[in-house]
């Protein structure tokens, strides 16, 4: 199995030193003095700074000693100038310059390093190469992205939980590689969810403050404007679903056992929320494909409550159903009518990861047709997982944070049953596999992993050149 890949290097061309350029102006005198051009003309020079970057200069008037001082004046003026607005390519200006790439993911840098700063990176997701393009700006700690599902847009956020933390909202016009819009959120948001038509995003804000109550808010923010429309009152709420038709929102709070069902078109100008009774620390939810019925996963002992369950949720009555009971789970995914549900059972279950006796995870398959659990669940790496995802070949890549071991990523084969334990170390924080390919982009300690879903392993290729610390990765083209 290949070994994790280290960080802290670039590929990407450095500038070559300015004394090339002193070296040209000292090779030009000691030519004109060796053989004097009285009567001849010079033509045209070509300075290269970098090898971006050059400066053609023409001289259209005779060359003798005072024509070659003008020469090293005309160059020495233009030179400033040059260096600002020449670079790789034809396009004559950085503000219009795109990548150029047919097919980009987006790489959040949450850092500045070096002269990088901190912003969204932009990849070749079919060479699996950076591009040769600035880094789009999205805060000072870029981290979390959220695709529009017209994928016109991507939305950013940027924000440490520091009192520093700029928790800005930015969204990125996916065309021109801009920030079109920004503003300014009254806190840490770890969950943003869009409308079906990309009119319109949604942020659950649970610190934020509200006068005479519990903190806690779902931003309503227009897409096409890039302002605040409204907002509505959830207390502590942390987590949003939406459903297939954006008519309503499902809200899940800290330390609760309700679920709050919102309805976006009254947001700002009625009751918006109406609070549905008896789940066990609720997290997330998966819609039927009329939106008649939500099937809310339950995160029960792991989040402070009791038992871990998948629970039915009646929306043309907001009535909870039965709950079935499952071991753990903090994050799930649907494929057809199969859901994965992954989390650690409290208390913990001792297992053996790359032979060291650890305490591990657990993932189980639910049927949601017959509404029960399929076979046994499989022990996978411990931690909080909250990042899950389905690759080629079958490999559901899930990730977590803060692990008992070094590694927070499981490969589980839905073919075979079999799990991987890649030794990658470091929490992980994105997952994006990549459409027609058999890759997955996995985001990991800070650091870019390609994987190749044929062997579970960091495939030969990687990309060497992203530097900082890394945390979200999404494609926006297929």
């Keep these: 199995m290949a070994s994790a890949r280290q960080t802290g290097y670039s590929d990407v061309p450095q500038p070559q030193p300015e004394l090339e350029l002193d070296e040209l102006y000292r090779e030009l005198i000691l030519d004109h003095y060796k053989s ?22 023409i001289i259209r008037h005779e060359v003798g000693v005072p024509g070659l001082k003008r020469v090293l004046i005309l160059l020495l003026s233009l030179l ?128 934020a403050p509200v006068v005479g109550q519990s903190p806690g808010v779902v931003k309503a923010i227009s897409l096409n404007s890039g302002t605040v429309t409204g907002e509505v009152e959830v207390p502590s709420v942390r987590y949003l679903s939406i459903d297939n038709s954006g008519s309503r929102i499902l809200g899940f709070s800290d330390n609760s056992d309700s679920v ?75 494929s057809n009518s199969i859901m994965y549900l992954a989390g650690t059972p409290l208390p ?50 899930i990730g977590a944070r803060t692990c008992s071991q070094a590694g927070c990523l499981s490969i589980y084969n839905t073919n075979t049953q079999a799990v991987v334990f890649p030794p990658a170390a470091g929490d992980v924080t994105g997952i994006q596999p990549i459409a027609k390919r058999t890759v997955v982009y996995v985001i990991q300690g800070g650091a870019l992993g390609i994987y190749d879903t044929a062997t579970d392993a960091l495939q030969t290729l990687q990309i060497r050149n992203l530097i900082g610390q890394l945390i979200d990765v999404k494609t926006i083209d297929f």
């Design 348 to 397: 913990a279950l001792s297992c053996t990861v790359q032979q060291v006796q650890t305490t591990c995870g657990e993932l189980t398959t639910f049927d949601l047709a017959s509404m029960s659990v399929v076979g046994s669940p499989v022990s996978i790496n411990d931690g909080y997982h909250n990042r899950i995802a389905l690759g080629a070949n079958g490999q559901l890549f």
């Design 260 to 334: 709050a069902v919102i309805t976006p078109s009254n947001i700002g100008i009625g009751n918006a929320v109406t609070y549905v009774c008896c789940f066990d620390h609720p997290v997330w939810a998966y819609f039927s494909p009329g939106d008649g019925t939500a099937y809310v996963v339950n995160c029960g002992a792991e989040c402070g409550g009791t038992q871990a369950s998948v629970q039915t949720l009646d929306l043309t009555t907001n009535t909870a159903g039965p709950a079935v009971n499952v071991q753990a789970a903090t994050v799930a995914l649907v």
């Design 80 to 207: 400033p100038a040059s260096l600002i607005l020449l670079s790789c390519g034809t396009t004559p200006s950085s503000s219009t310059q795109t990548s150029g790439v047919k097919y980009r993911a987006f790489i959040t840098n949450s850092v500045s390093s070096g002269t990088g700063a901190a912003g969204v990176y932009i990849v070749n997701a079919t060479k699996d190469a950076r591009a040769a393009a600035s880094a789009i700006s999205g805060g000072n700690t870029p981290g979390m992205m959220v695709l529009t599902p017209n994928r016109r847009q991507t939305l950013v956020f940027s924000g440490s939980g520091t009192q520093t933390s700029d928790n800005l909202f930015s969204i990125i016009n996916n065309a021109s590689e801009q920030n079109a819009a920004r503003l300014t959120l009254p806190g840490m948001t770890e969950s943003i969810v869009v409308s079906p038509d990309s009119s319109a995003a949604y942020a659950a804000v649970p610190t």
């Design 36 to 57: 004097p051009r009285h009567h001849t003309k010079l033509g045209t020079i070509w300075l290269c700074y970098n090898p971006c970057s050059c400066i053609q200069v």
